[in-house]
């Protein structure tokens, strides 16, 4: 007789994420709720039912050659005596984690420096004038960059110094920076920006770049298998390509795009899913590059598109940003951010998004699935970033038919709103805010049009009330309550009076928050800080842009160092920088520059050093003797906000301004009236 077959075990059902414990946005929290009801995954769920790999977070698992992978876990109870592991071919765990390191800092320093060169080279078609599309929207910016590149402004003629022709100008900058990712001799001409002992001490290193794109190739050479195998030596290059990244392909992706698309200054918009319009066409934009959106924002506002969005039952066409190409357009368009890193699905989830158009970086490919569930179309737009997923459009834009392909994307998306299901639902989530703090319009409010410096800033460091500066950046990260951390870390350091620079997703986070108003100055800021923004009438969270707007902070920093009164060097400042919510390869990159630039960074979750203890301990103390910085470490926020603020506190005790700041301190009226 045939044995009787048991019954198949029932599946066991997956395990979802908690919508309230993923987020503390409340409209990410109904999404991720919607999402579960309608059996559709995000990246919330995928966290909690994929845990991260346990040797690769404490980043000593080497897959550099087929004899491994090796992994090296680091012992429970840590090593004592002599660290013996090694792998296959004898690498120790500092070599398998240094590598590991600078291919991060590889990987996150081609990301923005392709970004940048993908914009010189517009902005080059533009100096040729084989485009229409994009033209030198910033004279004076141009006239700024210009000598940094070698290319001179004037001209002596006669005995007479004249102005040089502005398309010569234009052609020669243009040619001087795209030559600045392959030259074949000198330095990365943008070094000598930074502060003079900052710029020594990396000559006296031997760590100033060579050219973008070598810094890079370097590091894959080296860090392939039986290369180098000194982790001081490896991170020796990670430092020589993350320069290259923050003072050249990311400083030259900023100033370009100033320069075709206008260098920000203050402007109001709104921020959260909630700026989605049920009755108008919404439009997503979401990457990186402005040289897609800014076309896209061109087309959003042409009348003739608006009547043909009204002729398909719309009231209008609603733009809005996710990840850096939110900060883009919010920073120079006053375009909305329609939300963070970890709200590119949610978006979608609504059911009111027309068209996703993307670029690069950043793109989970779970939103071509997301859209498949929805009548959004998807837009992939970059040679270099498509999906292969059959739903999702590729329209490639190219420079010198930007218009049409941004019109067509349009008209994409205004013929799909009519293909929307009845299942609308857009959270009623939303905040205002004010953004586009460029180093120059932080000069205007901050130094004053008279003294047309940094000085006024300085000056209210000085005498206490403003504490200290920092810059807060960075991602979002599933393993993390979205933008908890965030918003924690800012408001402990504005409730002690330090001001915060903030770019890329943290800039979004603090925009949803409410951060970014002058208003929100005396609801969350110490007595001192709430002061100064009130009499200037600015945010205590100054927004600066994207993240290769990074490049800002540090010249707004070198800004500081030459207005004076707060030593001679960045490392000298009352200055931290934090990313609490880190995800990406850029993070590293960011960090590691921002670091060797002279600046305490603190990373929030983990870093992918952790199982090389002696390569980690480098990382702070061997790094902060030869540049000023150094890297750190604290997942809890208060405590992470806590460490920059001490720093902060050593530096103004070693300039002596310590005691200016205790009077402040003292001002009970000032903290009552805050309390009250
Ligand atoms: O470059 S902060 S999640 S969007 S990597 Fe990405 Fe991180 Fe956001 Fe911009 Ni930056």
């Not at 960011?590 to 480098?618: E, R, W």
Request: aromatic share 6%; proline share 4%.
């Amino acid at each position: 007789m045939a044995e009787k077959k048991k019954p198949a075990a029932k599946a066991k059902a997956p395990k979802l994420a908690d919508p309230v414990a993923s987020s503390i946005d409340k409209g990410t929290q109904e999404m991720i709720a919607r999402a579960q009801k309608l059996g559709i995954d995000t990246v919330f769920d995928r966290a909690a039912q994929m845990k991260p790999c346990n040797i690769g977070i404490q980043g000593i698992c080497c897959k550099n050659c087929a004899m491994g992978p090796c992994r090296l876990p680091l012992p429970k109870g840590g090593i004592e005596g002599k660290d013996t592991r090694k792998g296959l071919c004898g690498a120790t765990a500092n070599t398998i984690a240094a590598r590991n390191f600078i291919r991060m800092i590889a990987g996150g320093a081609a990301a923005h420096s392709d970004h940048g060169r993908c914009v010189a080279e517009v902005f080059l078609s533009a100096a040729r004038k084989e485009t229409d599309a994009y033209k030198i929207k910033d004279v004076n910016k141009l006239l700024q960059i210009a000598p940094f590149l070698g290319v001179e402004t004037t001209v002596e003629e006669d005995g007479e110094v004249k102005d040089r022709d502005i398309d010569e100008i234009a052609l020669e900058t243009a040619e001087a920076a795209v030559n600045e990712w392959g030259k074949a001799e000198g330095e990365l001409l943008f070094a000598k920006r930074a502060p003079a002992p900052l710029y020594e001490k990396w000559k006296k290193t031997g760590v100033i770049p060579r050219n973008i794109d070598r810094e890079i190739v370097e590091i894959m050479h080296r860090t392939h298998m039986g290369v180098d195998q000194d982790y001081k030596n490896l991170i020796k290059q990670g430092t020589r390509a993350s320069i290259a990244d923050g003072w050249g392909g990311s400083m030259l992706a900023t100033d370009l795009q100033d320069v075709l698309f206008g260098t920000p200054y203050p402007l109001q918009a709104e921020a959260n899913l909630g700026v989605m319009k049920e009755d108008h066409v919404n439009i997503i934009v979401h990457g990186h590059e402005p040289v897609l959106s800014e076309m896209i924002v061109a087309m959003a506002q042409k009348p003739e598109l608006i009547e043909y969005a009204k002729s398909k039952g719309a009231k209008g066409i609603q733009l809005g940003g996710i990840c850096c190409t939110a900060n883009e357009i919010f920073q120079r368009h006053g375009v909305p951010q329609a939300g963070t890193y970890l709200q590119q699905e949610m978006a979608i989830i609504t059911g009111a998004c027309d068209a996703m158009v993307v670029d690069i970086q950043c793109i989970f490919q779970n939103v071509a699935n997301v859209a498949e569930c929805f009548h959004t179309k998807l837009i992939t737009t970059h040679p270099i970033a498509k999906m292969e997923q059959d739903s999702v459009i590729h329209i490639e834009f190219d420079e010198h038919h930007a218009l049409e392909d941004a019109e067509k994307i349009v008209r994409i998306a205004i013929d799909n709103f009519e293909n929307r299901g009845a299942d609308v639902m857009i959270p009623q989530y939303k905040a205002s805010s004010i953004g586009g703090f460029s180093v120059e319009s932080v000069q205007y409010h901050l130094g004053g049009t008279f003294r047309g410096t940094y000085y006024t800033l300085n000056d209210n460091i000085i005498n206490g009330r403003i504490r200290g500066i920092a810059g807060v950046v960075g991602c979002n990260n599933a393993r993390t309550r979205h933008n908890e951390a965030h918003i924690q870390v800012v408001k402990e350091l504005i409730k002690n009076d330090v001001i915060v620079l903030t770019t890329g997703c943290n800039g979004i986070a603090c925009a949803m928050e409410g951060l970014l108003t002058p208003e929100s100055a005396a609801v969350h800021c110490g007595p001192g800080l709430a002061e100064v923004c009130e009499t200037v009438g600015i945010p205590p969270v100054l927004h600066c842009g994207s993240c290769v707007d990074n490049s800002r902070l540090l010249l707004a920093a070198t800004e500081v160092v030459k207005a004076g009164g707060l030593g001679n060097d960045i490392c000298d400042l009352p200055l931290a920088g934090s990313a609490p919510e880190w995800m990406s390869e850029k993070a590293i990159s960011i960090g590691h520059y921002f670091v060797v630039s002279g600046v305490y960074t603190v990373f929030g979750l983990h870093l992918p050093t952790s199982g090389a203890p002696v390569f980690h301990d480098y990382l702070s103390k061997a790094v902060e003797k030869l540049y000023g910085g150094m890297w750190d470490l604290e997942a809890d926020p208060i405590k992470h906000a806590q460490m920059m603020i001490a720093h902060i506190d050593k530096k103004r005790q070693a300039l002596g301004i310590d005691k200016a700041r205790e009077r402040v301190l003292m001002d009970m009226a000032d903290r009552q009236a805050l309390e009250g």
